[in-house]
């Protein structure tokens, strides 16, 4: 079946950076955008940013822009998120979506990954 | 881009209607016809409810639908059950390839 499967929780010390994966399987990988979306302990998701598997073009959201980097591999039908200079605001639960579509501004989030938790501490 | 405004809270008793708002601009719901919503239960991943504004996924129950008017979206459940109990989020497109989150609203079924 169609499905994201992320990598496990990670804990990081303030300052350092973070990278998590997010592997497809069961569809086609570069047929789909990915999208990563983030949920800090009592707050809402955020949308960070996305990046179209078949050619590695990416959009980030402002806030992330300076921070974040979204690549892929191909032949491993796997994305990543790495998140730089971490600090404690980061802290939260990292989720990878596929787009509906293939890349279209009526794209909703129809299979997410089970979520990868990232701790920042000093 | 800021987030899309929902209310933080909405409850209703089992068997009875609930309507959660989503209000943004003339800039991401007012122009485009891309709001979608999901549903999330603590500790697990978000749930695709419905897309392109009306349109429910295949195995999503038809007591969820949604609507809009303007610059504001709205998810309603008819016949509440216990297990709709969840944090709803409305979505849209932004412009530029960019989405934005609304704030979350937290149903209650009393």
């Known amino acids: 079946q169609m499905q994201l499967v992320q990598s496990g929780a990670e804990v990081k010390k303030t300052g350092s950076s973070v990278k998590v994966s997010c592997k497809a399987s069961g569809y086609t990988f570069t047929y789909r955008f990915l999208h990563w979306v983030r949920q800090a302990p009592g707050q809402a998701l955020e949308w960070m940013g996305c990046i179209t598997p078949f050619n590695g073009n990416t959009d980030y959201a402002q806030k992330f822009q300076d921070r974040v980097t979204f690549t892929r591999d191909r032949s491993m039908s796997t994305a990543y998120m790495e998140l730089s200079s971490l600090r404690s605001e980061d802290t939260a639960m990292y989720y990878c979506a596929r787009s509906q579509y293939g890349g279209n501004i009526k794209d909703a989030f129809d299979i997410w990954g089970q979520g990868t938790m990232v701790t920042v501490s000093s | 881009q800021s987030a899309l405004t929902q209310p933080a809270s909405v409850s209703g008793s089992p068997g009875q209607s609930i309507t959660i708002s989503c209000t943004g601009t003339?800039?991401?719901?007012?122009?485009?016809?891309?709001v979608s919503w999901y549903q999330h239960h603590p500790g697990k991943a978000p749930k695709l409810m419905i897309y392109?504004?009306?349109k429910r996924p295949s195995g999503v129950s038809n007591r969820f639908s949604g609507s809009k008017s303007g610059n504001t979206a709205s998810l309603s459940i008819s016949g509440l059950q216990a297990e709709d109990e969840a944090d709803y989020y409305c979505?849209?497109?932004?412009?530029?390839?960019?989405?934005?989150f609304g704030g979350g609203s937290k149903l209650t079924v009393l």
């Open positions: 979505c849209s497109y932004a412009g530029s390839n960019t989405w934005v």
């Open positions: 003339s800039s991401d719901v007012g122009i485009y016809n891309a």
């Open positions: 392109e504004g009306t």
